[in-house]
């Protein structure tokens, strides 16, 4: 309840306590509190007792966890018979993203094979030919 309260925090509130309720009605302000914590536990543990019972036996397993929308989600991908991790584990992003940068800057996915010369022979000491891509120029005032 209190994870991301620091203990500097924690000290300025019990200061602050002291100094609003006082030492003599603090112990009784903090016994109010937790009898109404308590409370509000005890009937959100019986709503939702009755929730379930109302709901029947075919939803014994539900659990109201999964009514947040990232627990569901996360529970629906990790879900087999849907077959998402088939297809998370066939998709190669970096392979994806290489296409699209070479579509982007105007060049082939695949290099293209060099058509055999007479012969049948490939010409193996030719460097092959890089297309030339024109960058637009730099404006250094635009950035």
Known sequence: MFNDI???ELVTLIVLAVLVFGPDKLPKVIQ???RTIRKIREFSEGAKQDIRKELGPEFKDFEFEDLNPKTFIRKQLDNEELGLKEIRNGFDLKKEMAEVTDAVHGRETEPPTPAPSAGGRIDMTKKP???????PP???DAT
């Open 138 to 140: 730099y404006d250094a």
């Open 32 to 34: 109010d509190v937790t």
């Open 129 to 135: 030919e890089t297309p030339r891509v024109e960058h």
């Open 6 to 8: 620091g203990p500097l």
